[in-house]
T-cell receptor, first 110, second 112 residues
Framework: KQEVTQIPAALSVPEGENLVLNCSFT??????LQWFRQDPGKGLTSLLL?????REQTSGRLNASLDKSSGRSTLYIAASQPGDSATYLC?????????FGQGTILTVHP | DVKVTQSSRYLVKRTGEKVFLECVQD?????MFWYRQDPGLGLRLIYF???????EKGDIPEGYSVSREKKERFSLILESASTNQTSMYLC???????????FGPGTRLTVT
């Protein structure tokens, strides 16, 4: 059974800082890994999807990497802004099912 | 632009009522999913459907049923609502299991 863990549970940084969010998974038979953003009381917004054959994906200030052999993915956010404050979730798809981590609550203060 | 809509943002129901949560996607996606999200427990899969009239149980199907009569619509049914079903319910869809899942805005259900 796939298990996904996110570290840290919460992170507070000053505006402009570069930061890394971590995601680890137990089963390397993963089809893809997806990073999401969730604002309070809202649904999930997909940020990046990395297929199992890929090593990384980039979108604007976001870069996500995937290392299947070590069971890890990272989300790098460059030059953080207060508008980046949200909960970030990672999810791994294996055997047809998307399993989520508990999320990292990010606060970027001015 | 991809779009997944859910019938209600907030819903309050009484214990024992039958509750219908509706989800519609406009992307011609094959797969649709229902999750619930609870503090400390994260997101858990209730049911999913990979085709019209097809359904598969997720991790926590007890107390729920689903219906998919048309490709674009996936309904979650609480046959007899209970207080422990108070939660945020999220619907998602994807083109295939290997592809990105797109989520709706969620329905906050309170059962009193």
């Amino acid at each position: 059974k796939q298990e996904v863990t996110q570290i840290p549970a919460a992170l507070s940084v000053p505006e402009g800082e570069n930061l890394v969010l971590n995601c680890s998974f137990t089963d390397s038979a993963i089809y893809n890994l997806q990073w999401f953003r969730q604002d309070p009381g809202k649904g999930l917004t997909s940020l990046l999807l990395i297929q199992s054959s890929q090593r990384e994906q980039t979108s604007g200030r976001l870069n996500a990497s995937l290392d299947k052999s070590s069971g890890r993915s990272t989300l790098y956010i460059a030059a953080s802004q207060p508008g980046d404050s949200a909960t970030y979730l990672c999810g791994g798809t294996s055997y047809g099912k998307l399993t989520f981590g508990q999320g990292t609550i990010l606060t970027v203060h001015p | 632009d991809v779009k997944v809509t859910q019938s209600s943002r907030y819903l309050v129901k009484r214990t024992g009522e039958k509750v219908f949560l509706e989800c519609v996607q406009d992307m011609d996606h094959e797969n649709m999913f229902w999750y619930r999200q609870d503090p400390g427990l994260g997101l858990r899969l209730i049911y999913f459907s990979y085709d019209v009239k097809m359904k598969e149980k997720g991790d926590i199907p007890e107390g729920y049923s689903v219906s998919r009569e048309k490709k674009e619509r996936f309904s979650l049914i609480l046959e007899s609502a209970s207080t422990n079903q108070t939660s945020m319910y999220l619907c998602a869809s994807s083109r295939a299991l290997r592809y990105e899942q797109y989520f709706g805005p969620g329905t906050r259900l309170t059962v009193t």
